[in-house]
């Protein structure tokens, strides 16, 4: 649940703040199926039986708001790194997601309450989700590394 709530949280950042790119419905659509997504986990605990702990989502909440703090040597604009490490911290975030659903696939297979069905769209649509990541990741590297990145930007891809 700390996961999916800094999952969240991360991704409705990036896509805020890459609103105006044109990469922006790609972020944004991601951004609102996480946020889907931790609702279908909560779905599956309140469904086995599992509590949502406070302190969990709170730990989350934290945990996404401190990660802003990295300190990256440029105070009042973002560096040029930023946008690659919050694509590939989310893209790491949406890898565990898709072991949270084949786990409980697993268990979903003894336990009736679970919609084996569901499950697999969700693990479909997070393999969809790592895709793009991935796409807007190589894009944001070739943007940070490549001899011409003086002149581009990550935000003008």
Known sequence: MAGATFGTGLAQRIAHQHRHSGRSADLQRIADEIAQDRQSLLGAMDALGVPARRYKVYGGWAAERLGRLKPNGVLYRRSGLSTLIELETLRLGVEGKTLIWRTLLVVAAGEPCLDES???????????QIDTL?????TAAEAVFSPRAGSVTPDSQ
């Open 134 to 138: 991935e796409t807007l990741r190589l």
């Open 118 to 128: 569901q499950l697999h769209n969700l693990l479909d649509r997070a393999r969809g």
